[in-house]
């Protein structure tokens, strides 16, 4: 589909205690592909990231979790971008998303940050916005909860009993972005729930 690969990012922070928060849906997804796919990641040293060069149908991707907290995120990306010499609409983001209820998808090319602190990073480092973006609803906070708490809390119960789906949902998107492009992804996916 492009003479370009594929840069695909799963932003989320690093270690132990945020692996399995709303903030890193995102990594949670790269996780899924690599273990469906029977691949791994490991550490990239030029570039602060892990990486797993793979193949979607006749695509060369290149999956990422970065090693950086999110708001830190863009320069990793740059020198990934760099590296694997990737233009900016070649680059997919997922990330968590406050403004979707839990366990809807929304694929996007371009747009703003939207208040998300790793994408406004990641769009000061590559001084564009027009990468794609596979946005992964995690919805608002109960009541009174500061969203900046909430997204650094672990899935409740239901939402966790709901993960596998959602990921596979989440990684069929991607794959889709990939194969078929963005239109025919967003066609596919941004009306469903």
């Known amino acids: 589909m492009t003479d370009f690969p594929w840069l695909v990012i799963g932003l989320g922070n690093p270690g132990p205690e945020y692996k399995n928060t709303r903030h890193n849906i995102g990594a949670m997804v790269i996780s899924q592909v690599i273990n469906d796919a029977g691949e791994k990641l490991s550490h990239h040293k030029k570039t602060s990231a892990d990486i797993c060069e793979t193949r ?9 979790t970065l090693r950086c907290y999110m708001n830190e995120s863009g320069g990793p990306t740059s020198l990934l971008t760099n590296f694997f010499k990737i233009p900016v609409e070649n680059i997919i983001f997922m990330h968590d998303e406050l403004d979707l209820p839990f366990g809807e998808i929304r694929i996007k090319q371009g747009g703003g940050d939207n208040g998300h602190n790793g994408l406004k990073s990641v769009r000061g480092s590559l001084n564009s916005g027009e990468f794609v973006r596979l946005r992964l609803g995690i919805g608002r906070p109960p009541g ?7 997204v ?3 899935f409740n119960f239901f ?4 993960m596998t789906d959602y ?3 989440a990684a069929g998107a991607l ?3 990939v194969d078929k492009g963005v239109n025919a992804a967003q066609n596919l996916h941004n009306g469903n729930a």
């Open 56 to 64: 979607f149908g006749n695509n060369k991707v290149i999956l990422a």
């Open 144 to 150: 009174p909860i500061d969203p900046g708490d909430f």
């Open 152 to 154: 650094l809390k672990p």
């Open 159 to 162: 939402e966790k009993s709901q």
């Open 167 to 169: 990921l596979q949902a």
């Open 175 to 177: 794959v889709d972005i």
